[in-house]
């Protein structure tokens, strides 16, 4: 009963908040670049060179790569039978498209889509999907609570936070993951309901291999980054920001973390590096990490969408899951 009256409230809540950042990002964005010379942004962007770009590129890929194997980590963890061959395309343009429309878009509602018409059933797309999440967001929290801890972070005097509350929560972070890690090797019971849903605990090995996976994707996002970026800050540096504004952005719910990303940079780096080249390498960032993969992951989606309907039509697509 007090649950259900503490919903309403909770969702005013994600409201309000969400309205605090779609006016405080673009205020933040004002003030920190209304001085800023576009011409000389112009000036940075024109200077990268070819092998740069094609090295982030391969960055990119790498992380792309690595994301995929969340859903092969999936196929392992809910006993379907897909192959690879079809398991990683799908895990790919599901993630360009979450990272461009926000995970309800991308991360859900493509993936129930694409698996499904492979002939996989609701359950278990949402076991693959939540196994997927899981993965991201313990290796989030595993790489941030590390970064945090360290206090690897410089964070300006003005913020409320302050370094130590940024080490709070580094330690929460890594409290977290390791109760976690502990429940997956030592909890007798595997099988935990929650009303009429069921959760299977992965074993240790897989949940290990989920903090695995799940950083390296992190790391590689924030090496695109620095790879972009001059000389100036270290790469542990920029790890720590791009942490921090991903949890920015996923507080504010903003598709692609449009401006949240851009404010927090500018912020937190702005000391080691001028506003134009910031802002280059973050423009540059965007291009390679989400403006390409979602134009190849579009046309990449007409070919699994006609292979699916042949597949079906034809009756030879493996279906379901394994005993045991």
Not at 53 to 66: D, E, K
Not at 106 to 122: F, I, K, N, P, T
Not at 241 to 269: D, K, N, Q, R, Y
Request: hydrophobic fraction near 50%; include cysteine.
């Amino acid at each position: 009963m007090n649950g259900a009256n503490n919903k309403p409230w909770m969702r005013w809540g994600k409201r309000v908040l969400t309205l605090f950042f779609l006016l405080l990002v673009p205020t933040l964005l004002y003030m920190l670049a209304r001085n800023l010379d576009w011409g000389e942004v112009r000036q940075a962007l024109s200077d990268y060179s070819l092998q740069t770009l094609l090295v982030g590129a391969l960055i990119a890929c790498a992380s792309y790569l690595v994301f995929s194997c969340y859903d092969l980590l999936g196929r392992r963890y809910s006993r379907h039978r897909l192959p690879t061959r079809q398991v990683m395309p799908v895990a790919m343009v599901c993630y360009a498209f979450n990272l461009n429309f926000t995970t309800w878009i991308g991360g859900v509602a493509m993936r129930y889509r694409l698996y499904m018409r492979l002939g996989l059933s609701a359950s278990t797309v949402t076991r693959i999907l939540s196994l997927s999440l899981l993965t991201n967001w313990t290796g989030y929290m595993a790489l941030a609570g590390v970064i945090f801890s360290l206090r690897l972070v410089k964070l300006p005097e003005s913020w409320a936070l302050g370094v130590t509350g940024l080490q709070l929560l580094g330690f929460t972070l890594l409290g977290i993951v390791s109760a976690y890690v502990g429940i997956c090797a030592f909890s007798r019971q595997r099988v935990w309901h929650f009303g009429e849903r069921s959760i299977t605990l992965p074993s240790l090995g897989m949940a290990l291999l989920q903090l695995c996976l799940g950083a390296s994707n992190w790391a590689l996002m924030a090496a695109l980054i620095f790879w972009l970026l001059p000389e100036g800050a270290a790469y542990s540096s920029v790890l720590g920001v791009l942490l921090i504004s991903c949890m920015a952005a996923a507080v504010a719910h903003i598709p692609a973390g449009l401006g949240v990303l851009e404010t927090v940079f500018l912020a937190l780096l702005q000391h080691q590096y001028s506003q134009a080249s910031l802002i280059a390498a973050l423009l540059a960032y965007r291009v390679l990490y989400y403006l390409l993969p979602l134009v190849l992951a579009s046309a990449a989606y007409l070919v699994l969408e006609k292979r699916a309907r042949t597949l079906r039509k034809s009756g030879e697509q493996t279906i379901e899951t394994q005993p045991g």
